[in-house]
Protein backbone atom coordinates (compact mmCIF):
# COMPACT_ATOMS: atom_id res chain seq x y z
CA UNK A 1 0.00 0.00 0.00
CA UNK A 2 1.47 3.57 -0.78
CA UNK A 3 2.45 5.99 1.85
CA UNK A 4 1.32 9.33 2.76
CA UNK A 5 2.43 11.43 -0.17
CA UNK A 6 3.51 15.04 -0.46
CA UNK A 7 4.06 17.41 -3.57
CA UNK A 8 5.75 19.56 -3.97
CA UNK A 9 8.70 18.64 -1.25
CA UNK A 10 10.88 21.75 -1.74
CA UNK A 11 9.13 25.38 -2.40
CA UNK A 12 10.68 29.15 -2.17
CA UNK A 13 8.43 31.62 -2.20
CA UNK A 14 9.14 35.61 -1.49
CA UNK A 15 7.06 37.33 0.97
CA UNK A 16 3.50 37.90 0.36
CA UNK A 17 2.97 35.32 -1.82
CA UNK A 18 0.45 32.71 -1.41
CA UNK A 19 0.97 28.87 -1.79
CA UNK A 20 -0.98 25.69 -2.09
CA UNK A 21 0.35 22.55 -0.93
CA UNK A 22 -0.73 18.77 -1.25
CA UNK A 23 -1.45 15.67 0.49
CA UNK A 24 -2.30 12.61 -0.50
CA UNK A 25 -3.62 9.76 1.92
CA UNK A 26 -3.16 6.62 2.28
CA UNK A 27 -5.58 4.45 0.57
CA UNK A 28 -8.63 4.08 2.65
CA UNK A 29 -7.81 6.82 5.45
CA UNK A 30 -10.57 10.04 5.66
CA UNK A 31 -9.24 11.61 8.12
CA UNK A 32 -6.14 14.13 7.51
CA UNK A 33 -4.16 16.24 9.50
CA UNK A 34 -1.52 18.81 9.30
CA UNK A 35 1.41 20.03 10.87
CA UNK A 36 4.73 23.07 11.07
CA UNK A 37 7.49 22.23 12.06
CA UNK A 38 10.43 24.31 13.00
CA UNK A 39 13.58 23.68 15.03
CA UNK A 40 12.26 26.27 17.65
CA UNK A 41 8.35 24.65 18.05
CA UNK A 42 9.19 21.09 17.18
CA UNK A 43 5.76 19.64 15.32
CA UNK A 44 2.77 21.99 15.58
CA UNK A 45 -0.93 21.11 14.83
CA UNK A 46 -2.59 22.96 12.11
CA UNK A 47 -6.19 21.34 11.06
CA UNK A 48 -7.28 17.88 10.86
CA UNK A 49 -9.72 17.20 8.24
CA UNK A 50 -12.26 14.38 8.12
CA UNK A 51 -14.68 14.00 5.62
CA UNK A 52 -14.56 17.15 3.74
CA UNK A 53 -14.96 18.78 7.01
CA UNK A 54 -12.62 20.71 9.11
CA UNK A 55 -12.96 18.91 12.43
CA UNK A 56 -9.78 20.65 14.68
CA UNK A 57 -7.98 23.53 14.25
CA UNK A 58 -4.86 24.75 16.19
CA UNK A 59 -3.80 28.13 16.99
CA UNK A 60 -2.68 29.66 13.44
CA UNK A 61 -3.50 32.47 11.78
CA UNK A 62 -6.23 32.47 9.61
CA UNK A 63 -3.56 33.39 6.46
CA UNK A 64 -3.57 29.04 6.47
CA UNK A 65 -6.45 27.24 5.29
CA UNK A 66 -6.99 24.10 4.06
CA UNK A 67 -9.43 21.75 2.83
CA UNK A 68 -10.40 18.24 1.69
CA UNK A 69 -12.17 16.43 -1.36
CA UNK A 70 -13.85 13.90 -1.94
CA UNK A 71 -11.37 11.22 -2.32
CA UNK A 72 -9.20 12.56 0.68
CA UNK A 73 -6.68 14.01 -0.82
CA UNK A 74 -6.26 17.70 0.83
CA UNK A 75 -4.59 20.96 0.10
CA UNK A 76 -3.30 23.69 2.72
CA UNK A 77 -3.20 27.21 2.00
CA UNK A 78 -1.08 29.77 2.85
CA UNK A 79 -1.49 33.36 1.99
CA UNK A 80 0.36 36.51 2.29
CA UNK A 81 3.81 34.56 3.27
CA UNK A 82 5.96 35.96 5.86
CA UNK A 83 9.47 35.15 6.66
CA UNK A 84 8.53 32.87 9.77
CA UNK A 85 6.44 30.72 7.91
CA UNK A 86 9.59 28.65 6.28
CA UNK A 87 9.10 25.37 7.79
CA UNK A 88 8.74 21.95 7.03
CA UNK A 89 5.26 20.83 6.45
CA UNK A 90 4.06 17.54 7.33
CA UNK A 91 0.60 15.63 6.63
CA UNK A 92 -0.90 12.94 8.12
CA UNK A 93 -3.69 10.37 7.80
CA UNK A 94 -5.16 7.95 9.64
CA UNK A 95 -8.38 5.27 9.28
CA UNK A 96 -10.89 7.66 11.76
CA UNK A 97 -10.87 10.82 13.37
CA UNK A 98 -7.53 12.21 14.58
CA UNK A 99 -5.32 10.96 17.55
CA UNK A 100 -3.27 7.57 17.90
CA UNK A 101 -1.23 6.22 15.37
CA UNK A 102 -1.06 8.41 12.51
CA UNK A 103 1.28 8.22 9.23
CA UNK A 104 3.14 11.05 8.05
CA UNK A 105 4.32 12.11 4.47
CA UNK A 106 7.90 12.93 3.63
CA UNK A 107 6.68 17.10 3.75
CA UNK A 108 7.23 20.07 2.50
CA UNK A 109 10.18 22.05 2.70
CA UNK A 110 9.12 25.56 2.08
CA UNK A 111 11.51 28.59 2.27
CA UNK A 112 10.22 32.31 2.43
CA UNK A 113 13.08 35.01 1.33
CA UNK B 1 1.72 27.10 26.25
CA UNK B 2 3.97 23.89 25.90
CA UNK B 3 1.86 21.10 27.41
CA UNK B 4 4.38 18.39 25.95
CA UNK B 5 7.74 18.97 26.99
CA UNK B 6 11.21 17.37 25.97
CA UNK B 7 14.01 19.39 28.30
CA UNK B 8 16.60 17.69 26.25
CA UNK B 9 17.35 18.64 22.74
CA UNK B 10 19.97 16.06 21.83
CA UNK B 11 21.41 13.20 23.59
CA UNK B 12 24.81 10.87 22.62
CA UNK B 13 25.09 7.37 23.54
CA UNK B 14 27.57 4.53 22.91
CA UNK B 15 27.26 1.62 20.51
CA UNK B 16 25.56 -1.38 23.10
CA UNK B 17 24.56 0.76 25.88
CA UNK B 18 20.98 2.24 27.05
CA UNK B 19 19.20 5.60 25.66
CA UNK B 20 16.51 6.98 27.59
CA UNK B 21 14.67 9.80 26.22
CA UNK B 22 12.42 11.38 28.83
CA UNK B 23 9.29 13.71 28.55
CA UNK B 24 7.03 15.40 30.78
CA UNK B 25 3.39 16.86 30.51
CA UNK B 26 1.14 19.10 31.78
CA UNK B 27 -2.12 18.32 30.64
CA UNK B 28 -3.99 15.11 33.52
CA UNK B 29 -7.01 15.22 30.28
CA UNK B 30 -4.04 13.32 27.96
CA UNK B 31 -5.21 9.63 27.88
CA UNK B 32 -2.86 8.43 25.08
CA UNK B 33 0.53 8.93 24.73
CA UNK B 34 2.89 8.05 21.53
CA UNK B 35 6.77 8.06 20.25
CA UNK B 36 7.47 8.62 16.85
CA UNK B 37 10.97 8.85 15.16
CA UNK B 38 12.31 10.81 12.22
CA UNK B 39 14.93 10.88 10.05
CA UNK B 40 16.27 13.55 8.15
CA UNK B 41 14.23 14.13 4.93
CA UNK B 42 11.51 12.29 5.93
CA UNK B 43 8.03 12.31 8.22
CA UNK B 44 8.03 10.89 11.57
CA UNK B 45 7.11 7.29 12.20
CA UNK B 46 5.20 5.75 14.70
CA UNK B 47 7.67 3.99 17.39
CA UNK B 48 5.59 2.44 20.57
CA UNK B 49 2.77 3.77 22.17
CA UNK B 50 0.97 3.30 25.53
CA UNK B 51 -2.37 3.85 27.18
CA UNK B 52 -2.75 6.06 30.44
CA UNK B 53 -4.03 3.11 32.15
CA UNK B 54 -0.56 1.52 32.01
CA UNK B 55 2.84 1.86 33.40
CA UNK B 56 4.42 0.22 30.92
CA UNK B 57 4.66 -1.29 27.27
CA UNK B 58 7.66 -2.95 25.21
CA UNK B 59 8.03 -3.67 21.95
CA UNK B 60 11.74 -5.17 21.20
CA UNK B 61 14.48 -3.31 22.15
CA UNK B 62 11.96 0.02 23.25
CA UNK B 63 9.90 0.28 26.28
CA UNK B 64 7.90 3.04 27.37
CA UNK B 65 7.47 3.86 30.80
CA UNK B 66 4.40 5.86 32.10
CA UNK B 67 4.44 7.63 35.56
CA UNK B 68 1.01 9.21 35.84
CA UNK B 69 1.47 10.76 39.39
CA UNK B 70 4.19 12.97 38.27
CA UNK B 71 3.14 13.43 34.67
CA UNK B 72 6.33 11.76 33.00
CA UNK B 73 6.93 9.16 30.64
CA UNK B 74 9.98 7.83 29.19
CA UNK B 75 11.60 5.85 25.91
CA UNK B 76 14.16 3.10 26.87
CA UNK B 77 16.12 1.74 23.63
CA UNK B 78 18.21 -1.26 24.85
CA UNK B 79 20.46 -1.83 23.49
CA UNK B 80 21.24 1.30 21.31
CA UNK B 81 22.43 1.42 17.88
CA UNK B 82 23.80 3.43 15.69
CA UNK B 83 20.55 2.98 13.30
CA UNK B 84 18.74 4.64 15.69
CA UNK B 85 20.21 8.09 15.13
CA UNK B 86 17.36 10.18 14.91
CA UNK B 87 15.04 12.90 16.20
CA UNK B 88 12.21 11.34 18.72
CA UNK B 89 9.20 13.04 19.20
CA UNK B 90 6.63 12.17 22.16
CA UNK B 91 3.31 12.95 21.72
CA UNK B 92 0.36 13.02 23.90
CA UNK B 93 -3.51 12.61 22.37
CA UNK B 94 -6.25 14.69 23.81
CA UNK B 95 -9.91 14.28 23.87
CA UNK B 96 -11.27 17.54 21.90
CA UNK B 97 -14.87 19.05 22.69
CA UNK B 98 -15.70 18.20 18.66
CA UNK B 99 -15.59 14.15 20.42
CA UNK B 100 -11.92 13.76 18.36
CA UNK B 101 -8.78 13.19 19.10
CA UNK B 102 -5.57 15.65 18.71
CA UNK B 103 -1.92 14.72 19.01
CA UNK B 104 0.23 17.74 20.77
CA UNK B 105 3.72 16.81 20.29
CA UNK B 106 6.75 17.88 22.01
CA UNK B 107 9.81 19.47 20.25
CA UNK B 108 11.56 16.72 20.15
CA UNK B 109 15.31 15.31 20.96
CA UNK B 110 18.14 14.41 18.80
CA UNK B 111 19.32 11.03 19.63
CA UNK B 112 23.12 10.01 17.98
CA UNK B 113 24.40 6.63 18.89
CA UNK B 114 28.37 6.26 18.54
CA UNK B 115 29.62 3.29 17.04
Known amino acids: KAGVTQTPRYLIKTRGQQVTLSCSPI?????VSWYQQTPGQGLQFLFE???????NKGNFPGRFSGRQFSNSRSEMNVSTLELGDSALYLCASSLRLAGREQYFGPGTRLTVT | DQQVKQNSPSLSVQEGRISILNCDYT??????FLWYKKYPAEGPTFLISISSIKDKNEDGRFTVFLNKSAKHLSLHIVPSQPGDSAVYFCAASLLTQGGSEKLVFGKGTKLTVNP
Open chain 1, 27 to 31: SGHRS
Open chain 2, 27 to 32: NSMFDY
Open chain 1, 49 to 55: YFSETQR
